[in-house]
Structure formats: structure tokens, C-alpha cells
């Protein structure tokens, strides 16, 4: 049986109190216990809350964020924190979306990452965006998002 290596980590298993802004906020990562083989993590965020910029009314997505380590794994307490501290953060979904995504590489320098983000409608308009760091590894199996698009009342 392979374990782990949860040793250094500040907040799994602790009283941790939410952090205020994404800045603020601690991601942490552990080593892969399978280096050298490649599959595919999801993480799946149905409530993500952030603040419109402009307003200061909340902006509400579904958000899916895959990726292929490449030596280290993201801590999913840390993560959960972390996307947490964007409810009371003023940002532009497409600003939102691509913020997660780059601090995630900047930790885990994956082998492959794709963000799909799927922002509910204000003013009537739906904003979806995506990003990912290039091909995903050959021979991989990669799931579809399973988000539908919006698609109102049609």
C-alpha cells in the first residue's frame, strides 16, 4: 500500500480560519506517490462565489479544473480555502478563472492543466472561459467536463 508524505502541511487537520483574499490565502501541495504515471485529478468547484469589480454583487460559477501531476499533488483543503477566499474578492470571471489556473501551475508545475470555468448569467449573458497549458499527454484519458452550456429557459 502506497501512502502520502503529508508531512509540512500547515492546515489538513487543523482549526484553519478562511482566508480574506486570494492573496492571503495558503496552497499547499504534497509529493505524488506515483511519480512516473500519468493520470488525471479532478477537482470539481459547483458554488464558487466571487464579486463582480464593478458592483460588488456576487458572481456565482461552476468551475472544473483538471490536471496531470508531475511529481506534486494540491492539498484539497488547502485548494477548498483557497477557492473560498475569492467570495469576497472583486475580479472579472475571465481574471477569476485564469488567477486559479496560474497559481496552480506556479505550485505544481504539472505535466498538463485545463480549467473550465462556467459563470451563471448576469444581465442576461453567460460567460464561460477556458484555459489549459497545452496538449494533454499522449494516450491520456480525459473525461469530458460534463458541464452543459446555459441554456435558459430554451
Known amino acids: 500500500m ?4 503529508v508531512s509540512g502541511l500547515s492546515q489538513l487537520g487543523q482549526n484553519v480560519t478562511a482566508p480574506q483574499s486570494p ?3 495558503v496552497l499547499e ?4 506517490s506515483h511519480a512516473g504515471t500519468d493520470f488525471v485529478v479532478r477537482f470539481t468547484a459547483p458554488e464558487f462565489t466571487s464579486l463582480c469589480p464593478m458592483t460588488g454583487q456576487p458572481d456565482f460559477a461552476h468551475i472544473v479544473i483538471d490536471y496531470v501531476p508531475d511529481g506534486w499533488l494540491v492539498e ?4 477548498k480555502l483557497y477557492l473560498h477566499s475569492f467570495r ?3 475580479a472579472f470571471h475571465e481574471d477569476c478563472t485564469l488567477d486559479i489556473a496560474k497559481r496552480l501551475v506556479d505550485l505544481l508545475g504539472p505535466k498538463w492543466l485545463r480549467i473550465g470555468a462556467y459563470w451563471y448569467p ?3 449573458i453567460p460567460i464561460d472561459v477556458f484555459w489549459q497549458t497545452g496538449a494533454p ?3 491520456l484519458w480525459l ?3 460534463g458541464v452543459q452550456p446555459y441554456r435558459g429557459r430554451g
Request: no cysteine.
Open 29 to 32: 501541495r504534497v509529493p505524488t
Open 2 to 5: 502506497t501512502t502520502t508524505d
Open 122 to 124: 448576469r444581465g442576461g
Open 143 to 145: 473525461p469530458d467536463q
Open 76 to 79: 484539497s483543503k488547502s485548494l
Open 137 to 139: 499527454p499522449e494516450g
Open 88 to 90: 469576497n474578492h472583486g
Open 23 to 25: 492573496e492571503e490565502a
